[in-house]
C-alpha cells in the first residue's frame, strides 16, 4: 500500500520516540488522516478539534496503546502498531489486553467510551502494509483483514446501530412468492454465509436461472431487514449496467411496491457515488478509475468485455487509498457473471472494500473456485459455492431451453487454398478499410486458421451464408420466417463482410441484417431493436451480444469464429438458453408456435472438440431419431445415458407445449406426475453424483460402507458394484411410467397434436369427388353418445342437461373436466372431432366448420341431448341470447350510452369463449385497456355488479 508523510505532521524526535515507533508512525499516522482522523500526542490531546481523534501512547495500566481512538470526545477503539514485516494472526489476541488496560482504569481516569463504560468495541492491528480489525459488537468477534481505517463516522454508525454482520441473524422469513427453488436456495444460501461470516461466497447458476433476480431479492432483504447500507452490482461492461438497474428498479417487492421505490438504485456514469443510493451498478473499470482519481474516465473502456480480452498476463493492479471512496462504500457486493480477471488483475478493486463477496457465475473457472475459497473461519480451500444449478435443471425445470447442433462444412474452411502466382489480388487496410491491388510473385498458400483474419475468401463466407439459408427449412421444418440469429464474428472488419453478404444472399435490405459491436454508434438502441422489432432478423456481432445480454426470441446463433475459452463459449451458447412466452415470440417470429430449442450452426468447428462440451453438452444425444422410436428402445430395456438423457429432452420439450387438459391426462395416468418430473427422474438417474450418493446408501445398509476415497484395486470395485446397483435402481424408478405401453401412446399422440408435418416436395392430383363411407363419422359419434349414457351422472356439464338446464350455470371449469375425460384412449375424441362426425352425418342441422373451442363442448352436449335442433357454436348461440336480451331492455325502456354497449359487447364475448364474467377478468385484456374494472363500475354508475349477475344468467346458461 504507498502513502505519503507529510513532515509537518510527522512526529517530533523531542517526542521521545524509538526510530521504531516513528518509522511505524509515518506508515501509519497517513493512512489515519486520509481516512479523516487527526492524529494527536498525549501532551497536546484536543479531542474537540475533530470528530475522530487518533492518540498516540495513550497510557492503559502498565501498557501504552499505540493509538487509542476517540469519536465526538468519546473513546471507541485501539490501534495496536506491529513492525514491518511481522505476521500478524499470531498477535491478535494482544489487542485484548488493552481493552482490559481499559476496564482496569479507574473511574476517575477512565475516559468516556461508546457503547460500554469500561470496554471499547473496535481494535486495529497494523504494519502500515497489512491490517486487520475487530469487532466486538459482532455476534461472534474475530478479526478480517482490511485495506485501511474506517472513518471515524462509520465507526460511530457501527456503535449506535446494528451491523451487516449482527441485522443477518435477525432476518424474517423469506417470502417465496414468484422466486424459482433456484432462486431460493441461492438466497439461503447466501444468507447462511454471511451469518457464518464467511467473506466470499459464489453462486453457480446457469445462463437464463435467474442469477440477478436472486441477487436483487437477496439485496432487498439485507437493505430493509439486516441492516446493509449501500451494496455494489459489478457488471462486465456498460451495456449490461442499464439491464441491471432496470431489474433493480422494477423488481416487485414482497410489500407489493417496486425495489426503486424503495430504495435508490445509481447506475454509475460519473465520479460521484450518490450519498443517498443504497444500490450502486458499475463496472470493475470505472470503480478503478474512481479509486485512481480520475476524473476523465474514457466510458468506451466500459464497452469491451474481459471475456473478449487476453489479459492473463497483465499484472495486478495497484491500488491506493482514496479519502473520496472509503472503505466502508460498501458493505456487500455482487459480481456479476464477470471474467476470471476480475479476481487476478483487478483482485485489489474488489478487496478495497470492507464488504462481504458474492460471484454470480455460470461458467466460474478453477481461479474464481480459487478466489472464493479464501474462508478465514477455518482456512479452507473448498470453493464456498452456497448454490448450483445447471443448465440440465434449468432445462428439467421449463426455466432454458436445449439445444441443438448444426455443423456446416466448407472445402476452404476446412483445409484453406491457394491463390495462385501472377494473379492480382486485393489487400485491406484492418483499420481503414482501404483497399489496394497487387501482383502475386508466387503462389500464397493459407490454411484454414488464417481464414477471416489473414485472409477473406470472399467465396467461402458466401458459401457459408448461403449453405445456412438453404438449411434452414430443415433446422426449422414449417417456417418462412428467417429466425432471430445472432452471428459471431472474429473483428469488427469480419462483421462488416458478415453484415454485407447476409444482405445479398437473402435479398433483404438494412433492416434485415444489421452488426451490432462496441464500434456501433448506440449499441443498447440497436439490442433493443432486435429484440422488438420483427424486421430485424440477424445481429451480427462480436461482443456486445457474446456474454449477459437477454434477448429470448434468438432461436438460432451462427458460429463464424473459433472460441479458445470453454468458458466464454458457454456464455455466447447462453444468448439461446432463455424461454419466452409463445404470444411473445410470435410478435416478433410470426409464424413461430413455441420456442422448444435454440439451433447452434458451427461453420468453423467450435463444437468439434470434446472440450466444448465438457460443461453442458445438449440433453438432446440423439437428434435424428423420432421419439417414437426412443420410446420404443426405452421400452425394450435398452437405458444407455445417450437414450435415457435424449428422452428427457423430447419430454421436457413437449411439456412446453401441452394444453391443461393434456397435462392433466399425463397425470391421471402416472399418478400426479408430469412430463417435466419423468424428465428430470430420467437425468436424475445417469447422474454421477446422485448414483454415487445412492450407492453409499445401499453399501452401508449392506454393511459394507464405502470409503470416501478408495485408493485399492479392491476398494474401486466394491464403489463400482454398488455405484452399477444404484443405477439400477435409479433407472428402473425413472423409467417406471414410461414402461407402460398406454402412457408411451399418449405422449405420441400428444406429440401429433402439438406438430404438423410440412410437405413441400408432394405434387397433388385430384382421385375422385365424391360422398365417401360415413362409417367412421357414425363411430365417432356412438362412442360420444354411449359415453353420455353411461357418465350423465358423473360429470356436472352432462348432469346439468339431464336435470333443470334453465336454471343452471356451467362453469369452464366443469367443462375442461368433461373434455380431459374423453380425450384419453379409448375414446380420444375433441370438440373438432365431434363437431365433424356430427357435420358428415347430419349436414343440414350442422353450421359452422373448422377448428372449434373447448366451450363448444356446450352446444354438441345440447344438440346430443335433443334440447337444440341445430348443432351451432356458443359463441353464436350467446350472440344470439345477447341480441335478445338488449331487445329485452330496450322494450322495457332501457337504453345504454355508447361507452356501456362497449363495455357490455366485450362481456358477451367473455361470456362465449368462458362461460361467464367475472371480476377478476377486468384484469385481463381488453377490459385492462379500457381502464379495468373501476372505469366498468364508473361507466354503469355502481349498477356493474347487477349486470354482470344478469348478462351470466341470461347468456350463460345450460
Request: glycine content about 6%; proline content about 4%.
Amino acid at each position: 500500500m504507498l502513502v505519503t508523510v507529510d513532515p509537518n505532521t510527522a512526529p517530533d524526535p523531542a517526542d521521545g520516540l524509538t526510530p521504531e515507533q516513528r518509522a511505524r508512525y509515518q506508515r501509519i499516522d497517513p493512512l489515519l488522516r486520509a481516512a479523516g482522523w487527526d492524529v494527536q500526542n498525549l501532551r497536546k490531546i484536543s479531542l474537540r478539534k475533530s470528530v475522530g481523534v487518533a492518540v498516540r501512547e495513550y497510557p492503559l495500566g502498565k501498557d501504552a496503546v499505540d493509538y487509542l481512538l476517540f469519536v465526538d470526545g468519546k473513546a471507541i477503539g485501539t490501534i495496536e502498531a506491529k513492525a514491518q514485516g511481522l505476521t500478524l494472526s499470531g498477535v491478535e489476541t494482544q489487542s485484548r489486553r488493552y481493552t482490559d488496560g481499559f476496564s482496569a482504569l479507574p473511574d476517575a481516569k477512565r475516559p468516556k467510551s461508546w457503547l460500554w463504560p469500561e470496554r471499547l468495541p473496535f481494535h486495529y492491528i497494523t504494519t502500515g502494509d497489512e491490517t486487520l480489525f475487530e469487532s466486538l459488537r459482532d455476534p461472534r468477534p474475530r478479526t478480517r483483514e482490511v485495506f485501511g481505517f474506517h472513518r471515524p463516522e462509520w465507526l460511530r454508525h457501527l456503535a449506535e446501530k446494528s451491523s451487516l454482520r449482527q441485522g443477518i441473524h435477525n432476518m424474517p422469513p423469506l417470502i417465496k412468492d414468484d422466486l424459482r427453488k433456484s432462486q431460493i436456495d441461492a438466497i439461503g444460501g447466501l444468507e447462511a454465509s454471511v451469518r457464518d461470516d464467511r467473506p466470499r461466497a459464489l453462486v453457480e447458476m446457469t445462463m437464463g436461472g435467474g442469477k440477478t433476480i436472486a441477487a436483487v431479492a437477496h439485496a432487498y432483504r439485507l437493505l430493509s431487514h439486516a441492516g446493509a447500507q449501500r451494496i455494489l452490482f459489478l457488471v462486465d461492461r456498460r451495456g449490461l449496467a442499464q439491464q441491471a438497474v432496470d431489474e433493480f428498479t422494477n423488481w416487485q417487492t414482497p410489500e407489493g411496491r417496486k425495489f426503486g421505490e424503495l430504495f435508490v438504485v445509481q447506475r454509475l456514469t460519473g465520479p460521484v457515488i450518490n450519498e443517498a443510493s443504497n444500490v450502486v451498478v458499475t463496472t470493475i473499470q470505472r470503480l478503478y478509475a474512481m479509486l485512481q482519481g480520475n476524473e476523465d474516465f474514457d466510458e468506451t473502456r466500459e464497452d469491451v468485455s474481459a471475456w473478449e480480452l487476453d489479459d492473463s498476463a497483465s499484472p495486478q493492479l495497484e491500488v491506493a487509498y482514496q479519502s473520496k471512496v472509503p472503505i466502508e462504500t460498501f458493505d456487500y457486493i455482487f459480481i456479476d457473471e464477470c471474467h476470471r480477471s476480475i479476481y487476478g488483475r483487478w483482485g485489489q478493486v474488489l478487496d478495497y472494500f470492507d464488504a462481504f463477496q458474492t460471484g454470480l457465475s455460470a461458467t466460474p473457472a478453477k481461479q474464481t473456485y480459487g478466489y472464493f475459497s479464501t474462508n478465514v473461519i477455518d482456512g479452507s480451500t473448498k470453493p464456498n459455492v452456497v448454490s448450483r444449478y445447471t443448465h440440465d435443471e434449468s432445462v428439467l425445470d421449463g426455466v432454458n431451453v436445449d439445444f441443438k447442433v448444426f455443423r456446416i462444412k466448407t472445402q476452404i474452411g476446412e483445409t484453406g487454398s491457394t491463390i495462385s502466382g501472377g494473379e492480382w489480388i486485393k489487400l485491406r487496410d484492418k483499420r481503414t478499410r482501404k483497399l489496394r491491388a497487387e501482383q502475386l510473385d508466387e503462389d500464397f498458400e493459407y490454411d484454414a486458421a488464417k481464414v477471416n483474419t489473414a485472409v477473406v475468401a470472399e467465396d467461402q463466407l458466401r458459401t457459408v451464408v448461403r449453405a445456412f439459408k438453404d438449411n434452414l427449412p430443415t433446422m426449422f421444418p414449417g417456417r418462412e420466417t428467417v429466425p432471430k440469429t445472432v452471428v459471431f464474428c472474429r473483428d469488427d472488419t469480419h462483421a462488416e463482410d458478415v453484415v454485407k453478404v447476409i444482405r445479398e444472399e437473402f435479398a433483404e435490405g438494412s433492416d434485415f441484417a444489421r452488426k451490432i459491436t462496441y464500434l456501433t454508434g448506440n449499441s443498447q438502441q440497436a439490442i433493443q431493436d432486435f429484440r422488438t422489432d420483427p424486421r430485424f432478423r440477424i445481429a451480427v456481432s462480436v461482443d456486445q451480444i457474446s456474454t449477459g445480454t437477454d434477448i429470448k426470441a434468438v432461436e438460432c446463433l451462427l458460429f463464424l469464429r473459433n472460441v479458445k475459452s470453454r468458458l466464454l463459449f458457454e456464455q455466447m451458447k447462453g444468448r439461446g438458453v432463455r424461454t419466452i412466452q409463445p404470444a411473445d415470440l410470435r410478435a416478433v417470429t410470426g409464424d413461430a408456435t413455441a420456442k422448444t430449442h435454440f439451433v447452434l450452426v458451427d461453420a468453423v468447428g467450435v463444437t468439434d472438440s470434446e472440450q466444448a462440451w465438457v460443461a453442458a453438452p445438449p440433453l438432446d444425444r440423439e437428434p435424428s431419431i423420432p421419439l417414437t422410436e426412443l420410446l420404443g428402445t426405452l421400452a425394450q430395456g435398452v437405458d444407455h445415458d445417450d437414450l435415457l438423457t435424449t428422452v428427457a429432452s423430447r419430454l421436457s420439450a413437449l411439456a412446453g407445449r401441452l394444453t391443461g387438459d393434456e397435462e392433466a391426462a399425463i397425470k391421471q395416468m402416472t399418478g400426479g406426475e408430469g412430463l417435466r418430473d419423468i424428465a428430470r427422474s430420467l437425468v436424475q438417474a445417469v447422474s454421477p453424483e446422485r448414483q454415487l450418493d445412492l450407492a453409499h446408501d445401499l453399501a452401508q445398509a449392506a454393511g459394507e460402507p464405502l470409503p470416501a476415497e478408495p485408493t485399492t484395486d479392491e476398494e474401486q470395485a466394491l464403489v463400482a458394484r454398488y455405484v452399477e446397483k444404484a443405477r439400477e435402481q435409479l433407472v428402473h424408478a425413472a423409467t417406471e411410467h414410461l414402461a407402460d405401453g398406454e402412457v408411451r401412446e399418449t405422449i405420441l399422440a400428444i406429440q401429433r397434436n402439438a406438430e404438423q408435418v410440412i410437405d413441400r416436395q408432394s405434387v397433388d392430383a385430384v382421385l375422385g369427388a365424391e360422398f365417401v363411407d360415413d362409417g367412421k363419422a357414425k363411430s365417432v359419434v356412438e362412442s360420444w353418445e354411449k359415453f353420455v349414457e353411461e357418465h350423465h351422472d358423473e360429470y356436472v356439464a352432462l348432469a346439468a342437461h339431464y336435470g333443470q338446464p334453465q336454471k343452471r350455470r356451467l362453469s369452464y371449469d366443469d367443462i375442461k373436466a368433461l373434455s380431459l375425460a374423453i380425450s384419453v384412449p379409448p375414446h380420444n375424441l375433441t370438440p373438432t372431432r365431434l363437431w365433424e362426425a356430427y357435420a358428415a352425418l347430419e349436414k343440414t342441422r350442422v353450421r359452422g366448420s373448422g377448428e372449434r373451442k373447448l366451450v363448444d363442448l356446450v352446444s354438441i352436449i345440447r344438440f346430443t341431448t335433443e334440447q337444440a335442433d341445430e348443432l351451432e357454436p356458443l359463441a353464436d348461440l350467446v350472440r344470439l341470447r345477447y341480441d335478445l336480451w338488449l331487445e329485452e331492455q330496450s322494450s322495457a325502456g332501457r337504453s345504454f350510452t355508447p361507452e356501456q354497449r362497449r363495455w357490455l359487447d366485450m362481456v358477451a364475448d367473455q361470456i362465449a369463449t368462458s362461460l361467464s364474467i367475472e371480476k377478476q377478468d377486468f384484469d385481463e385484456f381488453p377490459f385492462r385497456d379500457r381502464g379495468g374494472l373501476i372505469a366498468a363500475h364508473r361507466a354503469f354508475a355502481g349498477g356493474l355488479d347487477d349486470v354482470l349477475a344478469e348478462l351470466n344468467e341470461k347468456l350463460a346458461r345450460a
